[in-house]
């Protein structure tokens, strides 16, 4: 199969009115990704070569976006919305190069498998002109039914069109479709809108191609495949699903999941082997967690590395540019933003490090900060290894502190420390004997009045 062509048309012009959106419907997120791009991802591990997405609403944003998660897809826009067929042939000068395969999937059926297309492309290569893939369920009503004689398919009936035999029918149409490359144009130009929305089904191909007595055959996918997104419900029924999908996997290739269904992946998290998740862990894009790492409860995560055998939080946020190294500690209510932390380096309570380097071994003591913003730039502080920064101080960047200095707790750092040196950064403490109730009581005097 790898040596034939493949051409993936993805249907994404409807508009999603139910979806109460000003975004495209197919452009809304399913675990950080639009769901287009979940479509677009499973065409390409399916083999596809050539990516078509046909748009309407919306297309400037489609276009947009398309740069991102489909940067060589070419975007044909389908002017008037005249059916399913209508739509596919709106890709016509793509599927008149004349490749082997031709797959038609929708934009919002997220969970479509790259398993299934592939099993769908095999058919094709084994001779069939027409492959629809379909879904078994115990209550079918509402969805077209796939009529099958002789092992061939010979119908997709609507259900309103059914007879009392074909509404029985358990296996019904996802709406997913390969079909032979050769055959393609010719099969969609046959495709008629005699019908009471004077509309072109795609679903007609597969009589059209009975009757030139081509080889029309379905095959079996599991319901999650034809899922389609509709509404907002509908996407967050798709988001659990995918997420369950993932947590599994996540869990099959060695890590541990403490409690797996509050544990929310995006599309692109990568866990390592011995990793421990505990329960309330949320991984936004661009996170990778290497083996043997433990990220406690309520961490918050995105765009981050961590490294092996780190660990994070509890109630740490990592942001985009946090870089933790072997055995590197992030503790409970610590915020970390483009900043590395080196090996065994600690950071390990109510302390926000950014736009930092934090050196092997360095501590870093409760409630310190880098001041790293003035209102218009960013500026960088770097802390040397086996540093100690103590409690409660401000290390206002740019500025740099050596490698064993020492900073006193409750210090403001302005100026660089020298490695070894210990800093002060503090006024001296003056106590006046008696003052505390004085002022006491002349408070007390004046609330009187």
């Not at 993936?8 to 399913?30: D, F, Q, W, Y």
């Amino acid at each position: 199969m790898n040596e034939r062509s493949c051409l993936s048309i993805i249907l994404a012009a409807g508009e999603g009115t139910r979806m109460k959106s000003t975004l495209p419907k197919v452009l809304h997120r399913i675990a950080g990704l639009p769901m287009v791009a979940h479509v677009v991802r499973a065409a390409e591990a399916a083999g596809t070569g050539d990516l078509a997405l046909v748009i309407g609403h919306g297309a400037e944003q489609m276009r947009e976006a398309a740069q991102k998660f489909a940067p060589h897809a070419e975007t044909f826009v389908q002017e008037k919305r005249l059916g399913t067929a209508h739509a596919v042939l709106a890709a016509r000068a793509a599927i008149e190069r004349g490749h082997d395969d031709v797959l038609v999937m929708f934009g919002d059926t997220p969970l479509i498998d790259a398993e299934a297309l592939k099993t769908a492309r095999r058919k094709l290569a084994e001779g069939a002109a027409v492959v629809v893939i379909g879904f078994r369920t115990e209550n079918p009503t509402g969805y077209g039914r796939l009529v099958e004689k002789g092992g061939k398919l010979v119908a997709i009936r609507e259900e309103k069109d059914c007879s009392e035999e074909e509404r029985a029918i358990k296996f019904c149409n996802g709406g997913l479709m390969a079909i032979a490359g050769r055959h393609a144009l010719a099969l969609l130009d046959a495709v008629g809108n005699s019908n009471a929305k004077g509309e072109y089904y795609l679903t007609d191909v597969v009589e059209i191609a009975g009757g030139k007595d081509l080889e029309v055959v379905a095959t079996e996918a599991s319901f999650d495949n034809a899922l389609g997104i509709n509404n907002r419900a509908q996407l967050a029924e798709a988001e659990a699903i995918w997420q369950k999908r993932r947590r599994r996997e996540a869990m099959l290739a060695g890590a541990t999941l403490i409690a797996p269904e509050t544990v929310w992946f995006s599309f692109d998290t990568q866990v390592g082997q011995d990793a421990v998740i505990e329960p309330n862990v949320w991984f936004g894009p661009g996170v990778t967690v290497e083996a043997g790492t433990t990220v406690h409860a309520f961490s918050h995560i995105e765009g981050a590395t961590v490294g092996p055998s780190a660990e994070v939080g509890p109630f740490a946020r990592l942001r985009p540019g946090a870089d933790l190294r072997r055995k590197a500690k992030v503790g409970n209510f610590c915020e970390v933003k483009k900043a590395v932390v080196e090996e065994g380096a600690k950071v390990n309570h109510l302390t926000y490090i950014g736009d930092a380097r934090i050196g092997a071994g360095a501590n870093i003591g409760a409630g310190t900060i880098t001041c790293n913003y003035d209102g218009y730039s960013k500026f960088f502080t770097d802390i040397g290894a086996g540093a100690f920064i103590g409690s409660n101080s401000a290390l206002v960047a740019p500025v740099s502190i050596g490698d064993g200095a020492y900073v006193a707790s409750g210090s403001v750092i302005t100026e660089n420390v020298p490695g070894d040196a210990l800093a002060f950064g503090r006024a001296r403490q003056k106590t006046l004997p008696g003052k505390a109730k004085e002022l006491r009581e002349r408070r007390a005097s004046a609330a009187k009045k």
